[in-house]
């Protein structure tokens, strides 16, 4: 029987289902495609791009930094990356050529090497950021082979000339030439540049299409900048810093920073130990790399990454410290400032006081007491019971009031990354004991920026200005795009205040004959501190800082130094930390162009510097040398000076022996003595005895009692007769 069509009643069941299905799956056909063309379209264009082109990042250079006087301290160099291309090469013979010639030259396993030319595209890396040298080498190998299968790229690689200088401060970069840390990290966006491109195609199949299927952008290189930081001042900060860390044992680093103080530039800053720039990842301390090298697993990470973060961090800017007797300067300006006291008040301590709310008694450094004394008595003595007495004098509200106002409230806002925030109480939370001792600089912590913004203010008239270490920005041309000038943020005390405040820091430096921050000829101002470390578990844990500024009756430039945790018996910050701020004084000063101006006394006591007699008759060289205040001693029997020591324009002290040889007779040679310890008559006299001449400094060389604290040849070395041996002088019974 004939198969019959379908029903009526069947085409209409059948329309009634599927033709809604139909444009129900249409409409969903329609949304997806809307979904992929319009809503998805970037990400499906991506994915499209990743097929059918291969994109390689071409890296700038990145900005040169420079310091304030042009001096190269950063600096991007081209380096080149090592390309081959496995899809043009046909033959295993090149395979294996590429392969041995590539390995010798970069010091590459050769197997690792062959099975990239076996890859099945026309882009394989072979080693990245390789110096001029291998790139040359390479070149001549390509060129004797006539390959035509590699290539190189140029790339970036960042250059530190003076390795360790100033590295908490400049920062490094990553594998990626991006910045880390410091400068390098906080002005990334402006060093870094923008990179280029190079685009290729690739085939069907998903390989690499041949090079010159590829499409070059140029990359944009970074801008410059200028830092307010002096490469000179910068040394001599960081010479002393190292001084102090092995004359005092040191054993949590010491840091310095050198500030303009009428325009908050940083002209130094730095701490020490520290580590090369050019290794960061390397841990500098040798004692600590040891010990990390016999731990294993986890515990060897963990050890490592707590090194390197420690050896990076800037101390000057980002470890809270209790500042000690630095502190009053801020404590007595106020009260100064508020009338509450005059230079004329007069306070009295017996070596103890109490303090409501304790049930013992608070101590001054000086146990037996310093007796009554005004305001400039109570600074240069640093008495803690008198600087109770004041604090109490403003109150609370008062006090914390200018707390704020010379920024211990706050971040100083400086240039550079990982700025910590300071702990201090607020009015609310400040009891008597709390107010006793944030009176004399314990109990609150400050980072030392805050302190040495503070002591700025103090000394310029009262203002406090923005700390920064970037003075401009320059463009690939070395224009200049953008200058960083001073900001005053507030002023803190009355110009009358800050000239009062300069008197008596002056005084407190020089007073029973100049303390150990004294220098012949200059005007220094300044204040120690030694706080304990409340925090510590250690109860002999110290931190010694001072702050000087000169010249003092019209400063440019103030100067801290924190030493943390001395181990050498001595813990005072006029005797640990004094000698290096009045070091970094004595060399800037002149430097920056503030002329000395020496007293009668102080001139009879100059240095002079070694005239050349070279070539002269011995008596003719003997003569000259009287004449310069120099006294001299002839070795051999020729009658022409041959050598002599010390060399000409060698700085030494007036009355010293230059030794004159005649004729090639042999030099004559002595032993250094251990002079640290012995007073200033003992150690000139040891060194006489033994041939050798005496270099003072320190500012208490003509004061009873001070005592070597350091030398510049170290004990049994053998030096000619007549060697220059430079000696630290320092008095130990200074004040905290």
């Not at 010249?551 to 004094?578: C, E, F, K």
């Not at 007036?654 to 090639?664: E, H, N």
Request: glycine share 8%.
């Amino acid at each position: 029987m004939a198969a019959k069509g379908p029903t009526r009643k069947m085409r209409r069941r059948i329309f009634i289902v599927v033709v809604p299905a139909v444009a129900i799956a249409f409409c969903v056909l329609l949304g997806r495609i809307g979904m992929i063309t319009i809503v998805d379209s970037d990400f499906y264009q991506g994915k499209a791009s990743k097929q059918q082109l291969r994109d390689i990042t071409i890296n700038p250079k990145r900005g040169t930094i420079y310091d304030r006087n042009m001096t190269v301290l950063a600096q991007s160099a081209t380096v080149w990356t090592v390309v081959i291309s496995p899809g043009d090469i046909s033959k295993d013979e090149t395979r294996e050529a590429v392969a041995r010639g590539l390995s010798d030259i970069l010091g590459l396993e050769y197997d690792d090497v062959y099975q990239k030319t076996l890859k099945n595209n026309f882009y394989e890396v072979i080693q990245r950021k390789i110096e001029s040298e291998k790139a040359e080498e390479i070149r001549a190998f390509v060129a004797e082979k006539k390959f035509t299968c590699i290539y190189l790229f140029e790339d970036s690689k960042r250059y530190y000339p003076y390795n360790n200088f100033a590295s908490s401060v400049i920062g490094f970069t990553g594998t990626d030439n991006q910045g880390l840390y410091g400068i390098e990290a906080y002005y990334d966006e402006y060093l870094g540049g923008e990179p280029g491109r190079i685009v290729a195609a690739k085939n069907a199949h998903g390989n690499d299409m041949p090079f010159q299927y590829e499409k070059r952008y140029e990359p944009v290189d970074g801008y410059g900048l200028v830092l307010t930081i002096d490469e000179v001042i910068q040394h001599f900060l960081e010479n002393a810093l190292e001084d102090a860390v092995s004359v005092h044992k040191v054993e949590n680093r010491a840091a310095g920073i050198v500030m303009d103080v009428n325009t908050g530039e940083i002209l130094a800053m730095a701490t020490k130990p520290d580590f090369n720039l050019n290794e960061p990842f390397v841990i500098a301390d040798e004692k600590t790399a040891a010990y990390i090298e016999t731990l294993t697993g986890d515990e060897k990470t963990n050890a490592l990454s707590d090194a390197r973060e420690l050896q990076w961090k800037n101390k000057a800017i980002t470890e809270l410290y209790e500042p000690g007797s630095v502190f009053k300067i801020v404590t007595g300006s106020a009260a100064l400032e508020e009338k509450t006291i005059t230079l004329d008040t007069k306070f009295t301590c017996t070596g103890s006081f109490q303090v409501p709310g304790l049930e013992k008694p608070m101590h001054c450094w000086r146990l037996s007491g310093h007796g009554t004394q005004d305001f400039v008595g109570a600074m240069v003595h640093s008495c803690n019971p008198a600087f109770v007495a004041i604090g109490s004098s403003l109150g609370a509200t008062k006090f914390c009031e200018y707390v704020n106002a010379f920024g211990f409230m706050e971040k100083t806002g400086i240039d550079l990354p990982g700025e910590a925030g300071s702990i201090v109480y607020q009015a609310e939370q400040m009891g008597p004991v709390e107010l006793a001792s944030c009176s004399f600089g314990q109990s609150n912590k400050i980072t030392p920026l805050q302190m040495i913004t503070a002591t700025a203010a103090v000394v310029n008239g009262g203002y406090v200005v923005q700390p920064h270490v970037v003075k401009q920005v320059l463009d690939q041309n070395n224009n200049v795009v953008e200058t960083v000038g001073a900001t005053v943020k507030r002023q803190a005390i009355s110009s009358e205040t800050s000239q009062t405040m300069r008197q008596v820091l002056e005084e407190v430096v020089t007073t029973n004959g100049g303390s150990n921050a004294y220098i012949s000829g200059f005007r220094i101002g300044g204040k120690s501190g030694t706080a304990q470390k409340l925090d510590s578990d250690d109860d002999t844990s110290y931190i010694s800082s001072f702050v000087g500024f000169a010249p003092a009756d019209d400063p440019q430039i103030a100067v801290l130094v924190i030493v943390d945790t001395p181990r050498d018996g001595n813990i005072y910050g006029s005797v640990v930390a004094a000698p290096a701020v009045s070091e970094v004084l004595k060399q800037t000063l002149p430097y920056i162009g503030v002329e000395a101006k020496y007293s009668e006394d102080e001139l009879s006591k100059l240095e002079v510097s070694t005239p050349n007699v070279v070539d002269m008759d011995p008596m003719s060289a003997e003569s000259k040398l009287s004449a310069a205040g120099l006294g001299s001693k002839k070795i051999g029997s020729g009658n022409k000076v041959v050598k002599q020591v010390p060399a000409r324009g060698t700085s030494v002290s007036k009355g010293s022996t230059v030794i004159l040889y005649t004729d090639d007779t042999s030099e004559e040679t002595v032993t250094v003595p251990n002079l640290v310890g012995l007073t200033v008559t003992q150690a000139n006299t040891e060194l006489t005895n033994r041939g050798l001449n005496i270099k003072f400094g320190g500012g208490t060389t003509q004061r009873t009692g001070a005592v070597v604290a350091s030398q510049s040849i170290a004990d049994g070395t053998v030096v000619p007769k007549g060697t220059v041996i430079s000696v630290t002088c320092i008095k130990n019974d200074e004040t905290g």
